[in-house]
Nanobody, 126 residues
Framework: QVHVVESGGGLVQPGGSLRLSCALS????????LAWFRQAPGKEREAVAC????????VYTESMKGRVTIARDDAKNSAYLQMNDLKPEDTAVYYC???????????????????WGQGTQVNVSS
């Protein structure tokens, strides 16, 4: 059983920063490609960024490029999404998705990921 837990969400002002965490307790995170997705009210869940397990490279959607980074902490079996220069349109529930055998060109598709956490709410507002 893979148990994924996201945390770190909250209320932040426009232009502010947040760091979200994705933690595993039962399985080594190194086994997985890891992506962050988000879902705003009334919208579909959309990809934000993905970090590949083999070379630890990261890909981003155009809307988030330059404002987010993914980092892994092997000692803590966790990963992080650092978000900067946040905008009101970044308000959403953010999810961590894990995949053992992703097809890299399809990383933005939800069906590429086997495991998901419950999400963490991010609100960007003044």
């Amino acid at each position: 059983q893979v148990h994924v837990v996201e945390s770190g969400g909250g209320l932040v002002q426009p232009g502010g920063s947040l760091r979200l965490s994705c933690a595993l307790s039962t399985v080594n995170l190194n086994k997985f490609h890891l992506a962050w997705f988000r879902q705003a009210p009334g919208k579909e869940r959309e990809a934000v960024a993905c970090n590949f397990k083999n070379d630890r490279s990261t890909v981003y959607t155009e809307s988030m490029k330059g404002r987010v980074t993914i980092a892994r902490d092997d000692a803590k079996n966790s990963a992080y999404l650092q978000m900067n220069d946040l905008k009101p349109e970044d308000t959403a529930v953010y999810y961590c998705g894990l995949s053992q055998w992703i097809e890299a060109a399809l990383w933005e598709r939800r069906d590429q990921y086997e495991y998901w956490g419950q999400g963490t709410q991010v609100n960007v507002s003044s």
